[in-house]
């Protein structure tokens, strides 16, 4: 009987006893508002590559309401005809 709660104890001791598992960091996404000049500067890029800029906005509430507010540029293909 003895042997038997031994056997027990120490099973439950070998699992309790667990290894500790990374947890993945996520990532920190902070979203800042483009200044006009940045806006403008990216676009004009796009451009000179011959692509068609796309900008991304989010919606920012205010005192006055939702305003969009520039957050990203990409430049997407243009269609060649």
Known sequence: MKSLILIVLAALTGCASSQK??????PDFDVHAMSRSEV???????????????????????E???VLV????????????
């Open 70 to 81: 520039p957050v990203n540029v990409h430049c997407n293909p243009a269609k060649k005809n």
């Open 64 to 66: 006055y309401g939702k």
């Open 21 to 26: 598992t990374a947890i993945p960091k996520v």
């Open 40 to 62: 403008v500067t990216a676009i004009n890029e796009c451009e000179s590559y011959g692509m068609k800029p796309f900008v991304e906005y989010l919606a920012q509430k205010t």
